[in-house]
């Protein structure tokens, strides 16, 4: 009789196991960036979103974890200076991904007492020492290409699969009807062209996209600056990260797509 009882029950744990295992093994994706790519607490303040909290719309979350921890008004220096890169750090695995946009920020002051959240334009290995009136602390400032270079290696090796993201552009339309390329873009692509990293022209793809429309279309995607989209304008550029996806060769997060 005992081991009538016994049979089912050790079936029973391991199955537990087995499922457990199985939900361990689920990759994650984790978002880094700013307020584009989440706005506020990602519950849609003042009618702003971004992209980041769509991307469920378009990936199978039953096989993929999402884990959006981009925060608003964070450069690429920031993110990393607060600790928020760090907390990432302890729970990535091999098999996860990272996507990382970043450049919206980061032209701003080096050392202002307002947010002190610049970077040193460009890619190379510049540096600066300043005082951050802000945090209270001595601090080295580096390059954009710097700091998304750092994201890149770490999560390489961590086993993660880092991609790049070109920001996307602000509402700004010249004479011509056209928008003018984001000089962050450019340097996100050379960074990857340097790491070996995935590049995804977010950039380009929604300038293409915004153009098309016209410039009185696309203003209803702002309704507050010409930074911060709404809920209709993220959901579209979740949906052209979602084609950039697809268009990445070699990369297997396009498995994920619903």
């Not at 089912?8 to 790519?37: C, E, R, W």
């Not at 032209?107 to 610049?118: I, N, Q, V």
């Not at 410039?215 to 995607?221: I, L, Q, T």
Request: with cysteine; glycine share 10%; hydrophobic share 35%.
């Amino acid at each position: 009789m005992k081991i009538k009882f016994l049979v089912p029950i050790v079936a029973l744990i391991v199955l537990i196991t087995a499922s457990f295992q199985k939900f361990q093994d689920k990759p994650v994706l984790y978002i880094i960036g700013d307020s584009t790519v989440q706005n506020g607490s990602g519950k849609g303040a003042d009618s702003l979103w971004g992209w980041g909290s769509f991307m469920d719309l378009f990936l199978n979350t039953d096989k993929i974890e999402i884990q959006n921890h981009a925060k608003g008004g964070r450069s690429s220096r920031t993110f990393l200076t607060e600790g928020r890169w760090d907390s990432i750090m302890k729970t990535i695995k091999k098999g996860d991904y990272v996507l990382m946009q970043f450049g919206h920020n980061d032209g701003g002051e080096l050392a202002d007492t307002l947010r002190a959240r610049g970077t040193i334009k460009g890619i190379g290995e510049e540096s600066k020492d300043i005082y951050n009136p802000i945090r209270k602390v001595n601090e080295t400032v580096y390059t954009f290409g710097h700091y998304m270079r750092k994201y890149t290696n770490e999560a390489k090796f961590k086993g993660a699969i880092p991609i790049i993201v070109s920001p996307i552009p602000r509402n700004k339309f010249n004479a011509e009807g056209k928008i003018e390329k984001d000089q962050y873009g450019v340097w996100a692509k050379e960074v990857a062209q340097q790491t070996g990293a995935y590049f995804l022209d977010l950039n380009t793809m929604v300038i293409e996209k915004y153009e098309k429309m016209g410039a009185e279309k696309v203003k209803v995607y702002f309704p507050k600056d010409h930074t911060h989209t709404n809920k209709e304008g993220a959901i579209v550029n979740a949906e052209l990260v979602t084609k950039g996806i697809k268009q990445l060769k070699g990369c297997d997060l396009k498995k994920y797509i619903k």
